[in-house]
């Protein structure tokens, strides 16, 4: 079996390669991977050295290349498409990268993929296609609603993934995660962010009121909810992946606080709220949990006692990166 991967260098991507290819998924055990994937600022080579010599294969190349996609897509058994332009704040001051690379790049992966007849494509997206949620929880049938450029960039790709089911009976499934943490995440993102300055001695900055609430879910379990829908998820349906724990920022502050042993008032500083901030995401899995037997693993404690310590301890992954990072904003 081979598996084409888009975005396998990023956060998420490299979490579902490094545990496919050292045999996490079954399933799939024997399963050669192709990573495609661009090297954009979140994209990194280092990821993915823990299974540089076990059945990978790493092309540099951008999922909008129909040239290049279309060579390497024949021979696949299914893609798990990842490859985005995913930070929220970057589409607010600038949305040109996001629509190339989230619509575009994902019409070119589909078209490719029904040329080469590749049976299965996942395409991995993002509970932010909702909008926001005062009360209850969205389910797959909930409106999209998209608030920043990021989202309606990502949900703009859902829909075209929907369409090649729909148009061209290919056998597409989307799924639709909450906020993502674990290791390996790129330190612009709220989590990494804040334990690496806390860390470091330095502030935080947090949006508005700190009560925007965000549901957090460990990068385990959402690739093991992805698996489960490659796996057995009926084509040309949604699923919902979440991780059942909603945190305010301020509260989700606080715990970051106490495992790196900082207080608030040295710590902490209120900025600006981001310009169309979405107030408050909440997913139901119901869907997910009842016909392919999903349930998150990694408790909230468990996964982010883990990450604190990871940071703590690789700082030679995330120094770098955090240079680079200032260089780029
Ligand atoms: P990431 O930014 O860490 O990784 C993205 C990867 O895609 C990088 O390796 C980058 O180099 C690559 N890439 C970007 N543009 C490309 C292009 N044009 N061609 C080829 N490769 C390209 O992102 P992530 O957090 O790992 O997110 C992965 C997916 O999960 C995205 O589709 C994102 O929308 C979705 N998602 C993420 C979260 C989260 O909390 N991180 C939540 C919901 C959904």
Redesign the pocket.
């Known amino acids: 079996m081979r598996i084409l991967v ?10 579902y390669v490094r545990t496919l290819l050292s045999g996490g998924y079954p399933a799939f055990a024997g399963a050669t991977v192709t990573v ?9 080579r280092a ?1 993915l050295a823990p299974v540089e010599d076990g059945g990978l294969t790493f092309v540099e ?5 129909a040239t290049l996609v279309g060579e390497l897509m024949p021979g696949h058994d299914a893609v798990v ?7 929220v704040d970057r589409s607010i001051l600038g949305a040109g ?1 996001f629509v ?3 619509v575009l ?1 994902t019409q070119v992966l589909l078209d490719a993929a029904r040329a080469a007849g590749v049976g299965r494509f996942l395409h ?5 296609v909702y909008g926001s949620i005062d009360d209850g929880s969205w389910t797959e049938e909930w409106p999209l609603q998209p608030n920043s450029p ?1 989202s309606a960039s ?1 949900a703009g790709s859902d829909l075209l993934a929907l369409a090649y089911h729909r148009t061209h009976g290919m056998e597409v499934v989307v799924t ?6 674990g290791h390996y ?2 330190p612009e ?1 709220v989590i990494p962010l804040f334990v690496t300055n806390l860390i470091d001695g330095a502030t935080v900055p947090l949006y508005g009121d700190g009560g925007n609430v965000r549901d957090w ?1 460990h ?1 385990s379990d ?1 690739c093991a909810g992805i698996q489960l829908a490659l796996e057995k998820g009926r084509p040309g349906e949604v699923y919902n992946i979440g991780g059942g724990r909603e945190l305010t920022n301020r509260e989700l502050t606080e715990t970051l606080l106490a495992a790196t042993g900082r207080e608030w008032e040295s710590a902490v500083r209120y900025v600006e709220d981001r310009k169309g901030h979405d107030r408050r995401y909440s997913l139901s899995i119901d869907k997910i949990s009842n016909e392919l037997g999903y349930t998150p693993q990694i408790t909230f404690e468990r996964g982010i006692a883990e990450t604190v310590a990871w940071y703590q301890d690789n700082r030679a992954w995330w120094e770098p990166l955090k240079a680079r990072a200032a260089l780029n904003s």
Do not use: M, W
Request: one cysteine or more.
């Open positions: 888009t975005g396998g260098a990023g956060f998420i991507g490299s979490h495609l994937d661009k090297l954009t600022y979140s994209g990194n990821n190349g951008d999922i909008c290349d498409h990842f490859a985005a332009e995913s930070h990268p190339t690379t989230n790049g991995v997206s993002t509970d932010e990021y990502k639709r995660c909450s906020n993502n943490y995440q790129f993102k879910l990068v959402h």
